[in-house]
């Protein structure tokens, strides 16, 4: 199969990575890819929200099969535009990719199909938003309704903080037309957890499960990122759980959507929050996590490629994925002041020594090859430092011998990623 992936993080090179070990792989191709990609695909100058560019490419040169990595060309309808210029493309539909696209659709979705989430309302007119958050309980949340480039979420403990992100949202736009509309609701505590499944919009093959470590520092400081490190499997939940917490948080959506005539075809990732009264959905994305998928990839032993191409055709021919027994961890390397601002253009030292170790995988996020050859940053997240282990303290250990072996200016990363996890298996 002649296969174009788009995307250029370390979600989409552990997908390069998984794709080019297909027998079935004829040639991939990458738009527009990263210096890491590039030792699997040929790379592209096309971005991935020029949605007519790559049509164009995937046509003229006979695609088979587009997988899409990021959100953001979803939610911009590339399956749409895709299937009607006759290209198959794994990614869901545009109605169905706003599960990720609005939180008042995803929420509205949720109620309607029985799965349990805070409790909320939605708002379009500030004043009137303003006036409930005055009234109604703290803490809540509030979330801008569209894509915020995983900004657009603020945790408020009183009224007084909650009226001035409303008016940051929806009075100032600082996410743009994403706060026409905010969704309000109940803030959650617990422990977060993600679960991804595959589906065909009926058969639905839960992925391993991982943990993501969002805020940027150790003991889960400083700001939130979109992920600084991540481990797979859960220490708490065995298979079986995992495939009860997706019959309860993503079941639901996949059998009513189907029910309603717009089945959901791709990954559909929820981002739960485990509470005293069980799981309960804080969000859907309607794409693999950065850096979950880092650490499911490695342990997957079934082939990637085929599943992914019955399911952009709409029939899945399997039942189940095979996964290997080991753990595996990644460390993300970011640029000095990620998740905020930071300067690129830095050359990377030690990648060569570090991937040197057996079972270590380094996948780029924010790489490109400067005009020298060499490998320099391009990105807050730089590099995923990815290993397996027999469990998990043998893969955080070696994905720590790796991570200290690479350095760039500025560069940081956390040292607790998996620490309570390990201790809770010790
Ligand atoms: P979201 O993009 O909706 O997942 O929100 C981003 C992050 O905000 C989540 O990973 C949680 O840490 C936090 N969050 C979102 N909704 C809630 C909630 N209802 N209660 C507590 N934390 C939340
Ligand atoms: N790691 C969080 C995300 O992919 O949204």
Redesign the pocket.
Known sequence: MRVLLVGSGGRENALAWKLAQSPKLAKLYCAPGNAGIARYAECLEISSDDIDGLLKFAVGQKIDLVVVGPEAPLVAGIHDKFSAGGIKLFGPSLQTAMLEGS?SFSKDVMSRFGVP??AYEVFTNAKEAMQYVIETEMPV?I?ADGLAA?K??V?CDTSEQSVTALSEIMEKKVFGAAGDKVVI?????GE?LSVLALTDGETILPLASARDH?RAYDHDRGP?TGGMGAYSPSAQFDEAAIGDLVNKTIRPVIDGLRKEGTPYRGVLYA?L?MTKEGP?V??Y?CRFGDPETEVILPRLKSDLLPVLAEIAEGKLKRSSLEWHEKSCMTVVMASGGYPGAYQKGFPIRGIEAAEAIPDVFIFHAGTVFNSEKQITTSGGRVLAVTALGENLRAACERAYQAANLINFEGGFFRRDIGRKAIEVLK
């Not at 609701?185 to 505590?189: I, Y």
């Open positions: 939180k989430t805070a949340v979330k995983g657009g979420v945790i609701e109940k803030k959650l505590e977060e969002k939130n981002g929050m309960y804080l969000e994305n």
